[in-house]
């Protein structure tokens, strides 16, 4: 059987970056069948990853529908119940007619360690793996990319990968460790808890979450 890699923009998921909901996804084409009509079967794996950033889970194959000649009124039907249906900016971007696969998922599980796979989509948000080639390049964690030497900075970078990024979702439990608040009721940030400019490190044991409110309001401070 073959596994998966659906690739999938912010704005079109509903629920929230950090618990986006897993449970459907929908692939559209208005010129031919979308990826995966046709190659995809009950019980396969589907792997969820951000555009621009790491898989964070993975479900299994439900049952799913194809359809020709789709609306966006009858794929909205597909989709009824799930939050999906209510994700406004993703409908009104829907050509008039176009083809359409429906997949429902099952047995969602987040990974404990986000993976950066080493392969990259060649414009498809949907990837049958249907090779063990395609399987290692996209499920085994990729190696850095080799670029041409250049000189090295002396300061170690303030920027946090999407990989420790999750990490740091996961350990603190989506929690913002100063006022208790959890997603979807606010936005979550990762704090640097020795202040980036008086010296702390962007590594995990300076990391935590914390909720946009707080993480404004500490600002450049350390809290004892």
Same mark, same amino acid.
């Given at each position: 059987m073959a596994q998966h890699v659906a690739i999938r923009r912010e704005d079109y998921v509903a629920g929230t970056r950090v618990r986006p909901e897993v449970?459907?996804?929908?692939?559209?084409?208005?010129?031919?069948?979308?990826? *995966?009509?046709?190659?995809?079967? !009950?019980?396969?794996?589907?792997?969820?990853?951000?555009?621009?950033? *790491? !898989?964070?889970?993975?479900?299994?194959?439900?049952?799913? @529908?194809? !359809?020709?000649?789709?609306?966006?009124g009858r794929l909205r039907d597909a989709v009824a119940g799930y939050r999906l249906a209510d994700l406004e900016e993703y409908w009104t971007t829907r050509p008039p007619t176009f083809?359409?696969?429906?997949?429902?998922?099952?047995?969602?599980?987040?990974?404990?360690?986000? !993976?950066?796979?080493?392969?990259?989509?060649?414009?498809?948000?949907?990837?049958?793996?249907?090779?063990?080639?395609?399987?290692?390049?996209?499920?085994?964690?990729?190696? *850095?990319?080799?670029? *041409?030497?250049?000189? @090295?900075?002396?300061?170690?970078?303030?920027?946090?990968?999407?990989?420790? @990024?999750?990490?740091i979702l996961k350990r603190d439990d989506f929690t913002c460790k100063y006022c208790g608040r959890r997603a979807p009721e606010v936005t979550l940030h990762i704090d640097h808890i020795e202040p980036w400019s008086k010296g702390g490190r962007t590594e995990s044991s300076n990391l935590c979450v914390a909720c946009q409110d707080c993480n404004l309001g500490k600002g450049a401070r350390r809290l004892t």
């Amino acid at each position: 059987m073959a596994q998966h890699v659906a690739i999938r923009r912010e704005d079109y998921v509903a629920g929230t970056r950090v618990r986006p909901e897993v449970g459907v996804f929908t692939q559209t084409h208005s010129g031919r069948h979308p990826v *995966p009509w046709g190659r995809i079967t !009950i019980g396969e794996t589907v792997w969820m990853k951000w555009v621009g950033g *790491p !898989i964070v889970a993975r479900a299994v194959v439900q049952g799913f @529908r194809q !359809i020709e000649d789709c609306t966006a009124g009858r794929l909205r039907d597909a989709v009824a119940g799930y939050r999906l249906a209510d994700l406004e900016e993703y409908w009104t971007t829907r050509p008039p007619t176009f083809s359409s696969v429906t997949v429902y998922l099952e047995h969602e599980e987040w990974l404990d360690e986000a !993976i950066e796979p080493s392969a990259r989509s060649r414009g498809e948000s949907w990837i049958v793996l249907d090779t063990k080639g395609l399987e290692d390049s996209w499920l085994i964690e990729g190696k *850095p990319q080799q670029r *041409p030497a250049r000189k @090295r900075s002396s300061s170690p970078s303030r920027t946090i990968s999407p990989k420790l @990024r999750f990490e740091i979702l996961k350990r603190d439990d989506f929690t913002c460790k100063y006022c208790g608040r959890r997603a979807p009721e606010v936005t979550l940030h990762i704090d640097h808890i020795e202040p980036w400019s008086k010296g702390g490190r962007t590594e995990s044991s300076n990391l935590c979450v914390a909720c946009q409110d707080c993480n404004l309001g500490k600002g450049a401070r350390r809290l004892t």
